[in-house]
T-cell receptor
């Protein structure tokens, strides 16, 4: 069973639209949840973290967490072509705090 | 701003040779990780290191892999006898336990085995 699941995409949205990225995880004991952005050939860059149920907003980004449904999402408002990248959902779980990544969703923002 | 530093940025090696990938984690961090990403594939966990010992390792991290923190600042990944399938980006990451659970990544080392 995959530990962190994401749709690999690509997800295409027009410039200015809202992009919605989703992620589910299997370990109910998971404590911390992250969204990383990865441009091609580059390392993952942390953009959002969320630890409790509900929404967390940071600029154009909103992370949503529902632990009962084991579901994390990322909304990007007013999408820009520079947002085109792969978005990795990551979860921390286990006694030694391993960070586990999903496969990533490729987002394409069309000008 | 503190950052994780990896060297070299690109390493080309012949099959069967040993390579050492180097990382300098953020100075007050306590957890250290190595991940790899084969081109076009997901970021895969290799190993975590805490309190000067391996805390967890994946199935990928077999006997040809080893990690060390030789001097309190560097964190190295050694691959003893490289194979073609070891070609990938290798990322080092570190986390602080007390100030936040976010993991910060270095820029990666692209390993090419020929």
């Amino acid at each position: 069973q995959k530990e962190v699941e994401q749709n690999s995409g690509p997800l295409s949205v027009p410039e200015g639209a809202i992009a919605s990225l989703n992620c589910t995880y299997s370990d109910r004991g998971s404590q911390s949840f992250f969204w990383y952005r990865q441009y091609s050939g580059k390392s993952p860059e942390l953009i959002m973290s969320i630890y409790s149920n509900g929404d967390k907003e940071d600029g154009r980004f909103t992370a949503q967490l529902n632990k009962a449904s084991q579901y994390v999402s990322l909304l990007i408002r007013d999408s820009q072509p520079s947002d085109s990248a792969t978005y990795l959902c990551a979860v921390i779980s286990g006694g030694y705090q391993k960070v586990t990544f999903g496969i990533g969703t490729k987002l394409q923002v069309i000008p | 701003e503190p950052e994780v530093t990896q060297t070299p940025s690109h390493q080309v090696t012949q099959m069967g040779q040993e390579v050492i990938l180097r990382c300098v984690p953020i100075s007050n961090h306590l957890y250290f990780y190595w991940y790899r990403q084969i081109l076009g594939q997901k970021v895969e966990f290799l190993v975590s290191f805490y309190n000067n010992e391996i805390s967890e390792k994946s199935e990928i991290f077999d006997d040809q892999f080893s990690v060390e923190r030789p001097d309190g600042s560097n964190f190295t990944l050694k691959i003893r006898s490289t194979k073609l399938e070891d070609s990938a980006m290798y990322f080092c990451a570190s986390r602080a336990d007390s100030t936040g659970p976010e993991a910060f990544f270095g820029q990666g080392t692209r390993l090419t085995v020929v």
